[in-house]
Nanobody, 125 residues
Framework: QVQLVESGGGLVQAGGSLRLSCAASGRTFSSYTMGWFRQAPGKEREFVAA?????????YYADSVKGRFTISRDNAKNTVYLQMNSLKPEDTAVYFCAATRSMLPPQVESRFGSWGQGTQVNVSS
């Protein structure tokens, strides 16, 4: 498994931007599909975005963030990013980075075996 550490969370006004980073340990980072999930207070954790390990890095987004969030990865730095623009108060949540070697569609939480500790994002109205 790979160890993951998120950073970049914070407080931002609605309409603002944040970039989350997730640093991974290990020499096999490039073979993992990486995902971002989030959990708002009182709600279940939900899929946000994912990027595959394959050449070109296929990307996947939840409908709620499509067009506002962008996931990317830098395999040389063992890091995956989540650029979040046009933030809304409903984006407030703890954001988790996750990794999987599953070849199945990455929108399902149970397919991810490695998780970070999470980083808090607060969007004020």
């Amino acid at each position: 498994q790979v160890q993951l550490v998120e950073s970049g969370g914070g407080l931002v006004q609605a309409g603002g931007s944040l970039r989350l980073s997730c640093a991974a340990s290990g020499r096999t980072f490039s073979s993992y599909t990486m995902g971002w999930f989030r959990q708002a207070p009182g709600k279940e954790r939900e899929f946000v975005a994912a990027i595959s390990w394959t050449s070109g890095g296929n990307t996947y987004y939840a409908d709620s963030v499509k067009g506002r969030f962008t996931i990317s990865r830098d395999n040389a730095k063992n890091t995956v990013y989540l650029q979040m623009n046009s933030l809304k108060p409903e984006d407030t949540a703890v954001y988790f980075c996750a990794a999987t070697r599953s070849m199945l569609p990455p929108q399902v939480e149970s397919r991810f075996g490695s998780w970070g500790q999470g980083t808090q994002v607060n969007v004020s109205s």
